[in-house]
């Protein structure tokens, strides 16, 4: 099964405009982080936001919110305010057990994120 | 402060040869991890070096192998290159008890098996 599932392979909105890309994720472990990262034609992975399984308040950061419904199983990013700077491709991931250890994250398919004039 | 930084940033090898990709940590990490990103994918986990050992190891064959070294670096070496292995391969590095796990990534190597 898939741990980690993005369905949304493209996406577009217009500059300024707000935009959600969604992210669902499968685990039986009650301690995992959900993170999201931004890649760029560039290739680097940049790191956008964090999402403990017992942060009780989703997290933002800037610009980037993650909407964090545990019942669901449902991490989505949602970006305000978008900028053409933003066009880039899109990772939801999952790292399992504890954050005192570095464990690998598994990641999903990717979202490409488009921004138009 | 230098980031992630890997070498070659693109190479071109052809079937059956062998390939060594290499990593410089974040200054003050001392976990790497290696990933292989193909077109279109995301990345998949390769395997994890912490104090020169290697700590896990995801789904890859004996021909994916690692060092790491005393300054943190790392090597990546890839034996007898599949036209399969043509990907994106990135390098993360980290705190091994960081409080979020937050991994920091290189630009990656672009290796292309012909």
């Known amino acids: 099964a898939q741990k980690i599932t993005q369905t949304q392979p493209g996406m577009f909105v217009q500059e300024k405009e707000a935009v959600t890309l969604d992210c669902t994720y499968d685990?039986?472990?009650?301690?995992?982080?959900l993170f999201w990262y931004k890649q760029p034609s560039s290739g680097e992975m940049i790191f956008l936001i964090y999402q403990g399984s017992y942060d009780q308040q989703n997290a933002t950061e800037g610009r980037y919110s993650l909407n964090f419904q545990k019942a669901r199983k449902s991490a989505n990013l949602v970006i305000s305010a978008s900028q053409l700077g933003d066009s880039a491709m899109y990772f939801c991931a999952m790292r399992e057990g504890h954050s005192g250890s570095a464990r690998q994250l598994t990641f999903g398919s990717g979202t490409q994120l488009t921004v138009l004039p | 402060d230098a980031g992630v930084t890997q070498s070659p940033t693109h190479l071109i090898k052809t079937r059956g040869q062998q390939v060594t990709l290499r990593c410089s940590p974040k200054s003050g990490h001392d976990t790497v991890s290696w990933y292989q990103q193909a077109l279109g994918q995301g990345p998949q986990f390769i395997f994890q070096y912490y104090e020169e050992e290697e700590r896990q190891r995801g789904n890859f064959p004996d021909r994916f192998s690692g060092h790491q070294f005393p300054n943190y670096s790392s090597e990546l070496n890839v034996n007898a290159l599949l036209l399969g292995d043509s990907a994106l391969y990135l390098c993360a590095s980290s705190f091994p008890s960081g409080t979020t796990g937050e991994l920091f990534f290189g630009e990656g190597s672009r290796l292309t098996v012909l």
């Open positions: 685990t039986s472990d009650p301690s995992y982080g």
